[in-house]
Antibody
């Protein structure tokens, strides 16, 4: 069974940094593309970043220059390094993967990790 | 690209049918349009991909249609477990979600 588990959330002061992790099992990180999305309290889903198997990365304008997505194949883990955090980054962060069983759709999702940016 | 879902909320009873709309601001490839179900505290569940293909294990009461700028998720005969929030997603190099439709009792 393909699964992902997000960790690393918590309470962070404005301007601070945090690295989120997404540990994968049942499939190989980097074999296909993976993504981070977030959901602010009471709001809808917002795409944050994506990384392709070849290493290409893309970011939402709201996080460009502050967040960095990466993978560590030896740990089979996806990361999101978040710097210069702001109050409006407060959200549950979900990682998503594509098994390839449903064409290019993201079909592997975790339950998320909560990031709260507040002083 | 902006995906607009309507209505924002659907109030229905078990057994009734639901039609959820996802309208794109520009034409999108059907092969990159998916529908997801979200329940509190749970992982996103892929329902449909390529606009109309059901994901593994999804009951056939869920169906999808559409092309270009207009897509629809249809739920035939709502079961109690179907009351949730539904999102459309265009996936590609810059994925975009619709704002969601809540299906409530």
């Amino acid at each position: 069974d393909e699964q992902v588990v997000e960790t690393g959330g918590g309470l962070i002061q404005p301007g601070g940094s945090r690295r989120l992790s997404c540990a994968a099992s049942g499939f190989t990180v980097g074999s296909n593309y993976m993504t981070w999305v977030r959901q602010a309290p009471g709001k809808g889903l917002e795409w944050v970043s994506i990384i392709y198997s070849g290493g290409d990365t893309y970011y939402a304008d709201s996080v460009k220059g502050r967040f960095t997505i990466s993978t560590d194949k030896s740990r089979n883990t996806l990361y999101l390094q978040m710097n210069r955090l702001r109050a409006d980054d407060t959200a549950v962060y979900f990682c998503g993967g594509c098994s390839g069983n449903h064409d290019d759709a993201f079909d592997i999702w975790g339950q998320g990790t909560m990031v709260t940016v507040s002083s | 690209l902006v995906l607009t879902q309507s209505p924002a909320t659907l109030s229905l009873s078990p057994g009734e049918g639901a039609a959820l709309s996802c309208r794109a601001s520009q034409s999108v490839a059907s092969g990159y349009l998916a529908w997801y179900q979200q329940k509190p505290g749970q992982a996103l569940r892929l329902l449909l991909y390529d606009a109309s293909s059901r994901a593994t294990g999804i009951p056939d009461r869920f169906s999808g249609s559409g092309s270009g700028t207009d897509f629809t998720l249809t739920i035939r005969g709502l079961e109690p477990e179907d009351f949730a929030v539904y999102y459309c997603l265009h996936y590609g190099s810059s994925p975009t979600f619709g704002q969601g439709t809540k299906v409530e009792i």
